[in-house]
C-alpha cells in the first residue's frame, strides 16, 4: 500500500488537517506539516480512531427550546455546572514483555522501556506489516536499522542485495555525490534510484553475481 499524505488522508476523512495532525501527535507520531508524508499501518491506526469518533463528532446538536416571554419571566432557569471526566491516565506496557519481532520494532525506534497502550497498536500493526512479508525478528534486525519499509525489503531481499550492499558507495552516472560518498542506500530513500537499477549497477560493478541473483 502507498504512502498518504496527511492532507490527502485528512480530505478522505472530511475534516481539516488539523485534526489529523493532532491525532498524529496523541499517538506518538511526530510529522513537520500537512504535506508530510504517512507509512500506511500509521494511516490505518489515524483512519480507525476518527471512524470511532465519528458517531459523536458527527451527532446534530439538540435544538435549542425557545420558550414564550412569559414562561421566561415565571420559571426559573437552572444553571447545571459542567462536570468534566476525571482523567485516567493511560496503561503503561514494558517494551519486554512484547513479542520478539514488536519489541525489535520498539527498539528500531528509541522507544522507552514503557509505553502506552496506544504505541503498542502502532509497533503492533508494524509488526504485522513485517511478517506478512515473510520476516522474522532476526530477518527483519538489520532492515529495520537502515529504516528500509518491510515490503522494500522484501523485494531487496528477493533481488539477491543485503543490508550490507546498500552501504556501498553509489557511483552512478549522474547520481554520486562528493566524489561517490552517496550509498545506494541513501540514494533509495531519497527516490533516486530504483531497486532495479541498483540491483544491475551492483551486477556491473560485479558486487552482485548471476548467480545470487538466480538463487532468489
Avoid at 503503561?92 to 509505553?115: C, T
Wanted: proline share 9%.
Amino acid at each position: 500500500m502507498a504512502k498518504i499524505r496527511v492532507y490527502e488522508l485528512a480530505e478522505e476523512l472530511n475534516v481539516d488537517s488539523s485534526r489529523v495532525l493532532a491525532m498524529l501527535s496523541e499517538i506518538g507520531e511526530v510529522v513537520r506539516s500537512a504535506a508530510s508524508t504517512l507509512e500506511p499501518e500509521t494511516a490505518k491506526i489515524v483512519r480507525d480512531r476518527f471512524r470511532r469518533r465519528l458517531p459523536a463528532d458527527n451527532q446534530p446538536a439538540e435544538p435549542t427550546r425557545r420558550l414564550p416571554p412569559s414562561s421566561r419571566r415565571m420559571d426559573p432557569v437552572t444553571v447545571i455546572p459542567h462536570q468534566a471526566h476525571p482523567y485516567r491516565a493511560p496503561r503503561m506496557v514494558a517494551v519486554k514483555d512484547l513479542a520478539p519481532l514488536e519489541r525489535l520494532i520498539a527498539q528500531s525506534r528509541d522507544e522507552p522501556s514503557r509505553i502506552p497502550e496506544h504505541r503498542v497498536e502502532l509497533i503492533r500493526s508494524l509488526a504485522h506489516a513485517w511478517a506478512a512479508q515473510w520476516f522474522t525478528d532476526k530477518e527483519a534486525a538489520p532492515w529495520l536499522a537502515l529504516r528500509v519499509p518491510p515490503a522494500d525489503a522484501r523485494q531487496f531481499c528477493q533481488a539477491g542485495i543485503t543490508p550490507g550492499m546498500l552501504k556501498l558507495p553509489c557511483r552512478m552516472p549522474g547520481r554520486a555525490l562528493c566524489g561517490g560518498r552517496l550509498t545506494y542506500l541513501t540514494a533509495f530513500l531519497r527516490r533516486d534510484v530504483s531497486i532495479t537499477e541498483i540491483r544491475d549497477e551492483l551486477a556491473r560493478t560485479g558486487h552482485l553475481s548471476l548467480t545470487q541473483q538466480q538463487e532468489r
